[in-house]
């Protein structure tokens, strides 16, 4: 079995081009699994996957859930609202006492930046990022990057904007390390309120304006407002905000050419994109969370063939 270099999948940042071209190409091949009618292969039957969620999340749990179960691993889940980290039960000791039931790996989301690196440290399993925080959000970037080599075939030098809310989001700051690591050009748009300064330093550029964003691009990946994580106002409304960033109809149909149209979810449609865009055919939005199932596959399996 191929395996990759790490032993955890902690975020893009740190993994290598040939981890990711292995995971995709893993993933090429588990899609063609689940699309046969038989859609279970026994390649984890005698792994444990804890998946363990400390924030909300709909397309990511079900998608590793179901990953797990369509390589054959026991699954078993928890989540925050219903355990007894309410009493006080600190993360490692939560994870440990998983742990002792016999668990191999842990695929945890966590609304801290850091928490998956932080566990990683002090526990003894395989460890997946399933979303921390702003930080990093491994798995999405690479259904992302999947779907647009299913869609456009290789990344080298293709343009990718970014829209929305970069400094809230984990998904952006992943996608801009794969993008890049698979030789994509990124840049990224939105309001200078919700672009952090340091992103010019990763090698990619800022274009405030939206219409010229799309007018460059070949994908525009448009972001949800997170502002579950804004604790003050970074634009006067949501009205005005989709105004000058939301993609509608009419703006995608005043381009030149006809670019790809992404968004990780959850949409807030009739903010950063209407439903027209949204359910139109230059969206592989649903094809986003199809790929999902088949790269979770892939990086568990990779994974879980690691030796430590
Ligand atoms: N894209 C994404 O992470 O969605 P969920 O929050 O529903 O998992």
Redo the contacts with the bound molecule.
């Keep these: 079995m191929s395996h990759l270099s790490q032993k955890h999948l902690l975020g893009i940042k740190n993994i290598t081009k040939n981890d990711i071209d292995l995971i995709l190409s893993t993933a090429q091949n588990f899609k063609e699994v689940i699309n046969r009618p038989i859609k279970k292969v026994p390649s984890l039957r005698d792994i444990t996957v804890a998946n363990l969620f400390f924030e ?6 079900l998608s590793f859930e179901l990953a797990q179960k369509r390589l054959s691993a026991d699954v078993i889940n928890f989540s925050a609202s219903n355990s007894s980290v309410k009493k006080g039960e600190t993360l490692v000791d939560t994870v440990n006492n998983i742990l002792a039931m016999k668990v191999d790996m842990i695929v945890m989301r966590h609304s801290s930046p850091g928490a998956a690196v932080f566990l990683a440290k002090r526990v003894n399993a395989k460890i997946v990022n399933a ?1 921390d925080g702003a930080h990093e ?1 491994p798995t ?1 970037a690479l259904l992302d990057a999947f779907s647009i080599q299913e869609k456009l075939g290789s990344l080298k030098d293709k343009k990718i904007v970014i829209v929305g809310d970069i400094l809230h989001s984990r ?1 952006a700051l992943s996608n801009i390390f794969c993008l890049q690591k698979l030789g994509a050009k990124v840049k990224v748009c939105g309001p200078q309120t919700l672009i952090p300064k340091y992103i010019t330093s990763l090698g990619v550029e800022v274009e405030l304006d939206l219409k010229k964003a799309l007018e460059w691009c070949d994908v525009a990946n448009m972001l949800r407002i997170q502002l579950e994580r804004q604790d003050i106002k970074f634009f006067p409304s949501l009205r005005e905000y989709s105004m000058l960033y939301g993609l509608n109809k009419s703006l995608l149909d005043s381009l030149n050419k006809k670019i790809v149209i992404m968004h ?3 949409i807030n449609r009739g903010v950063e994109i209407t439903s027209d865009v949204a359910d139109s055919e230059q969206s592989i939005i649903l094809e986003q969370v199809e790929n999902g199932v088949a790269v979770r596959m892939a990086v568990m399996y990779l994974l879980a063939g690691k030796q430590d």
């Design positions: 909300n999340s709909t397309r990511t749990r979303g959000h999405q998904v990780p979810g959850p």
